[in-house]
């Protein structure tokens, strides 16, 4: 498939161009970090990991995946990202195609173009003359080229960043995070919580819990594997097609621990019946899986009802969404490993409060808004003030405006929470069934509502602002005294802004 454009600067449009090996390498790195830092680890491993780029010519920017599947993905979800990311480091890049390995026309490495085709302008004729590549280790050759020739069974890197040590830990994962330190240090016989199934939004820390479980096990001896989706079917799929299905089946159920990230991607019959036969064959003996997905097993409708009833048999655990104060926590672990490498670096607790209240969906926005911090703070040369943050994250921001809440939908939801009438609500009664929850849609309408406080009492019954004011004032008190109402608040929090 191809993205038509018109090339700029002074390449020949009728051969390759000729930038040299070293630097389209390096650039192609560049990319890939940048698609890396933007989508997050769990999808780009899911989707990126295996996408090289083959050459450049002509403009147009040739890339490979192992399997149909992968290059379909791709080319339906992601294809304008990519190129707009090459485009932002070389600007001749104006089309991308993406092929499959293995298939058509062999796989033709990036390499230099001889002298007299150098392009005389422009991003690409610099690439000439660049730096010789970088080296590729066999373990890292194996991963380009998809994994080994019985099923893929070396598994995809564990990230060294990602282990328990570097990761924060708040209210809403601490249960995540205790389940997978057991799980990971386990050494007596059998399988602990089998299996255990981690399920959270994007950016949450799952993904970091599964690379910590992986390093810890390894580190002790265990054999690991840990697999995104897509490469378990990968592996399997390619395991048929060599006909070494039968030795792929038996080194994977040979493993002590095997690590399955987005399970909510595996598709195919066939391929979704070697999974369930895989995790049964595993649990029965007493080797420990854990799974992670963006659902609970209950809710994974592609699966097979067996394989999810299996799968929801083991220990569950949904890591909750990032409170304000973990939020602060990981901003504050994340801007002082960059002030390491960065000692001028500086940003105040004012700012860090400001963008941990601005930006709330998730790890991975954080982790954009510190780099944002940072290109402001190094390019400009000026220290990050508070409208540097702002500028900084806008886009952050603008992109997750939350709802619009209704005062009614406040009431109706908390009514319905506590057993309670919208009318009860609003009525003058004063017994403790209905104060609790008047006071906390009270609450909720001051924090999740830009109306005013004589506005909230207008539409409580009539009531007067200093009512709602004390209010919000007692709930505020209880939440941070009783930890089941502060869970309990939130909750309602979600569902409304759902």
Known sequence: MRVDGNVAGGDDNNGRNSGGAGEIASAWARVKRRLRAELGEDVFASWFARLELQDVEGGTARLTVPTRFLKSWLESHYLDRVLNTFKAEVAEIARIEVGVRGTGAPVRPVAPSPAKASPTSGPLARLHAAAPPVPVSASAASEMRGGDTAGDLNGAPLDGRLTFASFVLGRSNALAHAAAERVARHDGEGALYNPLYFHAGVGLGKTHLLHGIGHVAR??????????????????????????????KERLRGIDLLILDDVQFIQGKSIQAEFGHTVNALIDAGRQVVVASDRPPTELEALDERVRSRLAGGLVVEIGSLDEQLRVSILSARLAQVRAAHPGFEVSQAVTAYVARAITANGRDL?????????HATLTGTAVTMETAETAIRDLVKNREPKRIKIEDIQKLVASRYNVSRSDILSERRTAAVVKPRQIAM?????LTLRSLPEIGRRFGGRDHTTVLHAVRKIEKLIGEDAILGDEVELLKRMLQD
């Open 367 to 375: 982790e954009g808004a510190v780099n944002r911090l940072l290109a």
């Open 443 to 447: 609450y909720l309408s001051k924090v």
């Open 219 to 248: 580190d002790a001896g265990r054999r690991v594997i840990y697999l995104t989706a897509d490469r378990f079917m990968y592996g399997f799929v390619n395991a048929l097609k060599t006909q070494n299905a039968l030795a792929y």
